[in-house]
């Protein structure tokens, strides 16, 4: 047998060439759909950095952080810089009262530590295993309250009950949230070398892998819009048309209604002088 062969030219080569490189850097090709997505969470890490800056705002940055980076990975359509001004405008007062609560929270446990540290009389282990744990829960019950803030719109003693009963209800999807959180101070302290990366994505990169882990457990708590059935094949009529549509019809049956009185009168008519003649 002899094996068949072809001609292949380079204009060909060119042009399969070409093809790959299109279907590259086409808008939903899965690679500039994760550079895309790259680029919104560098922006949205800088805005809610630099938001930060002032203190008093974290609590809004990091609402507004959370807003951004869920529809991020719902894929859901936004602008990045509105979209993360909208929700830190709206929920400003409310995550600022969080922030403050948290603020409050971490001087006391600061003190005690330093308190169990320094005492003169040394105190019980248990003293600082108990401190710590009831710190860990504290952090555990507060890893929800911003993106509930985010997504849901409740008081502030809401939200925090909340977002304790969530935690607990997902506790092992809670601890990997905090976790994330300490990965950035830990890149920090042991690999210095890579801090651009962490300037870069340190406070978006934890919100995302937060938004991976809770997306699914808030979908269950959002309320489901009415979708209108598929099978349903009528057409919207106007107002200007139905208001037609019953002038018609009542001219109509008016119309009808004269005839049948007619009709009658002919008939009493006929029967009269059917009476005469006989």
């Known amino acids: 047998d002899t094996q068949q062969r072809y001609h292949l030219y380079p204009n060909e080569i ?9 279907r590259f850097f086409n808008l939903d090709s899965p690679v ?16 809610a950095f630099f938001c930060c800056l002032p203190i008093i705002t974290v609590g809004a940055s990091m609402t507004a952080l959370h807003y951004v980076v869920l529809k991020i990975v719902r894929d859901e359509e936004c602008y990045i810089v509105k979209s993360f001004f909208k929700s830190f405008k709206e929920n400003f007062k409310q995550a600022t009262v969080i922030w403050l ?59 925090l009950k909340n977002s304790a009963l969530m935690g607990i209800m997902i506790l ?40 991976f882990l809770y997306n699914k457990t808030f979908k269950k708590f959002e309320p489901q819009q009415d979708a209108k059935d598929a099978d349903d094949w009528t057409i919207p009529v106007e107002e ?31 029967k009269e002088i059917s009476e005469e003649q006989e």
């Open 101 to 159: 609560i948290e603020v409050v929270l971490i001087i006391i446990f600061a003190a005690d530590f330093w308190i169990i540290r320094n005492a003169k009389n040394s105190l019980p282990s248990w003293m600082s295993l108990l401190l710590i744990a009831v710190a860990i829960l504290a952090v555990l019950a507060l890893t929800l309250a911003y993106p509930l803030l985010a997504k849901f719109e409740n008081s502030v003693k809401m939200t």
């Open 172 to 211: 092992p999807k809670t601890i990997l949230m905090a976790a994330c959180w300490a990965l950035p101070l830990i890149i920090i302290f042991w690999v210095p070398q890579i801090m651009p990366v962490t300037f870069c994505f340190g406070l978006s990169g934890p919100a995302l892998l937060n938004a």
């Open 32 to 47: 500039m759909v994760a550079l895309t997505k790259m680029a919104d969470l560098i922006i949205v890490n800088l805005l």
């Open 240 to 270: 200007g048309a139905e208001a037609t549509e019953t002038t018609d019809t009542q001219e109509r049956a008016v119309t009808t209604g004269e005839g049948s009185a007619e009709e009658t009168e002919e008939t009493k008519e006929t």
């Open 14 to 22: 060119k042009i399969v060439k070409e093809e790959k490189m299109g």
